[in-house]
C-alpha cells in the first residue's frame, strides 16, 4: 500500500476536493465551490491535502483568527492569514469514503497543528456535530459547549485544542 503524503495545496485540486467534502458533508454543511475557491486562493499556508500516489484522499483547511470560536460567515469567504491571529481554525477536514479509518484524518489534525505552532498560534478551533465529538477528544480536542453557530441549521460544538 503507498504511504499517504501531506502537501499544500494547489488550484487544480478544486474539483477533488470537492468530490471529498461533498461526500464528507450534506449539502447544506459542505463547502460551495465558490468558498473552496475562496479558501484555496486566500489560506493556501494553511490548507493541507492529503494523497496517496498521485490520488487526493483527503484535506484539511482553515483561516487563521482573532476569535476563541469560529463565526459563521468564516464559511463563505476567506481572508489571506494575519500574522497575529491567536487561533488557527478548522472550517473543513474531510477524508474520501474508501479511506476512513486509516487515521488519515486524525493526521491531517496533526499536520495542522505543526502549521499553527510554526506561526506561534495559541490554540486550534473549530465547530463539530455531537457524533464527531470524541473523535476530537481522542485528538486533544476540549468541548467548550454548544456553538453559536447556526450553519446548516445544525447544533455544533466548539471544540478547542491549546497548542
Not at 464528507?24 to 460551495?32: D, K, L, M, Q, R
Not at 487526493?56 to 483547511?61: A, D, L, N, T, Y
Not at 484524518?105 to 495559541?122: C, D, F, P, T, Y
Request: some cysteine.
Amino acid at each position: 500500500m503507498n504511504t499517504v503524503t501531506f502537501r499544500d495545496v494547489k488550484t487544480n485540486d478544486l474539483n477533488a476536493l470537492m468530490e471529498i467534502e461533498r461526500a464528507g458533508f450534506s449539502p447544506a454543511e459542505a463547502s460551495t465551490v465558490e468558498a473552496m475557491q475562496s479558501r484555496i486562493a486566500n489560506v493556501p499556508d494553511t490548507f493541507i491535502v492529503a494523497q496517496r500516489a498521485d490520488q487526493i484522499v483527503g484535506f484539511v483547511v482553515g483561516a487563521a483568527y482573532n476569535q476563541r470560536y469560529l463565526n459563521d460567515s468564516l464559511y463563505e469567504k476567506s481572508i489571506p492569514n494575519q500574522p497575529d491571529d491567536q487561533y488557527q481554525t478548522i472550517l473543513s477536514i474531510a477524508v474520501a469514503p474508501s479511506e476512513r479509518g486509516n487515521g488519515i484524518a486524525s493526521e491531517l489534525l496533526n499536520q495542522i497543528q505543526l502549521v499553527a505552532e510554526r506561526a506561534g498560534r495559541k490554540a486550534i478551533t473549530l465547530t463539530c456535530l455531537e457524533r464527531l465529538i470524541p473523535f476530537y477528544e481522542r485528538n486533544g480536542y476540549v468541548n467548550e459547549g454548544e456553538s453559536s453557530s447556526s450553519h446548516a441549521n445544525e447544533v455544533w460544538y466548539n471544540m478547542v485544542k491549546t497548542i
